[in-house]
């Protein structure tokens, strides 16, 4: 038996109790590693995903919505769109409900759906150009709904004529078209209307399509 002193009181340890105080510390030691081990996978998990591999939490989260375009025209000459003062081209946006619930959108007669989608134009120079409606008032403004089943879709005609407004400059592209990339998006954003009526709101964008482009200037634009 050995006796130690410390800070003015004495105390008897025996080579076991020694062991056994040794022993606890040991397992006190790996519970701390083991949990701050845990930790750092939990925290590279939910950054990296399992596949160590990074995700964007946007692009990853499922909607119920998709959004497609049909062109104007399309033959061995390529496909498109056009857009004019008084232009007669007409192209699609389609809204496909890929979801197994029904799905609610505002119809295009009234505010909340009728600047629901939109267009992103990159042009050969790489400048992005946005395509929106121009605003507008409503003699009658009533939220209005279309439902849309499950695997169907809402169909938007779309004629790019003097009720859109581009955010910058178009090229002109009258005589020859010219190759841009096209993207359609459609945007809800919610609103005690888009509640009351269980409206789908957010954002969805389509896939990128290479379209020929055909422009005409304000003067002699009909088309």
Not at 101 to 118: C, D, E, I, R
Request: charged content about 15%; overall charge positive.
């Amino acid at each position: 038996m050995r006796v130690n002193a410390c800070c003015g009181l004495f105390s008897t340890v025996s080579p076991s109790a020694r062991t056994g105080i040794t022993l606890m510390n040991m397992r006190h030691s790996l519970l701390e590693i083991t949990g701050v081990l845990l930790a750092f996978v939990l925290c590279g998990t939910a950054l990296h995903g399992n596949n160590g591999s990074p995700i964007d939490v946007q692009k990853t989260r499922p909607t119920s919505l998709t959004v497609s375009v049909v062109p104007a025209w399309s033959g061995s000459s390529g496909r498109g769109i056009s857009m004019a003062v008084n232009t007669i081209d007409t192209f699609y946006v389609l809204l496909t409900n890929v979801s197994t619930q029904a799905q609610t959108a505002f119809q295009t007669s009234n505010s909340w759906g009728y600047y629901a989608v939109s267009l992103e134009l990159r042009t050969g120079d790489g400048r992005v150009v946005t395509i929106t409606k121009k605003p507008t008032g409503f003699t009658r403004n009533v939220p209005s709904t279309f439902g849309i089943p499950p695997g169907e879709q809402m169909v938007y005609p779309i004629k790019l004529d003097d009720g859109w407004e581009a955010s910058s400059p178009l090229p002109i592209a009258d005589e020859e078209p010219v190759d841009v990339t096209v993207k359609a998006v459609y945007q809800v954003k919610p609103t005690p209307e888009s509640d009351r009526q269980n409206v789908w709101t957010g954002r969805v964008e389509s896939a990128e399509y290479r379209f020929k482009f055909r422009h005409w200037s304000a003067v002699g634009s009909k088309r």
